[in-house]
């Protein structure tokens, strides 16, 4: 799952990145206003974690530009701000959370879950589909029940159609959402990832749409 953060802090948003990357997921560091909104609405996004105390363009603005645009993804709001008028503002503004400064990675990596299977319809934390299971606490996939041993990259492909699995997926977009953008990308190596997938899940468990991609078929 690919996430912005946009912390003008280096040192903060570095730690943030790295926590983000052991949770599995990709995370790419913003660090101004104006790059921020450029890089919001001009690139897809399964999360974005926003400070509103930002150089160039302020945080609050970047969201309504976000929104703006028509945009749904999750906004988490993290911010220094933490006055009842400042936290409603930022709610008002198509926030869909709000986490003040300081913070523990710890309640930021499970509210970024807990938005994450909301926007693909999923309350739970386990997320099934037909005989397919992803724990999203502990990075674990269930085939009828039975643990599948997945690489890192592996799960991500896996994690990605779960979240989206009503949707049809080009290589070109899972190869957005599993590399870091400075990462040498080659969406040949999905073909490989999904191979693999099928060989440890179920020959048929991704289904390949002639010259559009593949679909989750559990």
Do not use: C
């Amino acid at each position: 799952m690919k996430i912005l953060i946009v912390e003008d802090d280096a040192t903060l948003g570095e730690q943030m990145v790295t926590a983000l990357e052991k949770a599995g997921w990709v995370p790419e560091l913003s660090q101004d206003g104006i790059d921020a909104l450029y890089r919001a609405t001009s690139e897809e996004w399964d999360a974005i974690i926003l400070d509103l105390g930002l150089p160039k363009l302020d945080g609050l603005t970047v969201l309504k530009g976000i929104r703006d645009e028509n945009i749904n993804t999750p906004v988490i709001i993290l911010s220094a701000r933490d006055t009842l008028t400042q936290r409603v503002e930022g709610l008002n503004a198509g926030a869909d959370d709000y986490l003040t400064k300081p913070f523990e990675v710890v309640e930021l990596i499970a509210r970024i879950r807990a938005h994450l299977r909301r926007a693909s319809g999923n309350a739970s934390p386990v997320m099934q589909v037909g005989d397919l299971a992803l724990d999203t606490r502990t990075s674990k996939v269930l085939w009828q029940g039975q643990a599948v041993s997945l690489t890192a990259l592996e799960y991500k492909v896996v994690a990605y159609f779960v979240h989206n699995a009503d949707k049809v997926i080009s290589r070109t977009e899972l190869v957005e959402h599993i590399y870091k953008q400075d990462f040498d990308r080659d969406s040949n190596t999905i073909e490989v990832f999904v191979g693999r997938i099928r060989k440890k899940i179920a020959p048929n468990i991704i289904k390949t749409v002639r010259g559009l991609g593949y679909q989750l078929n559990a």
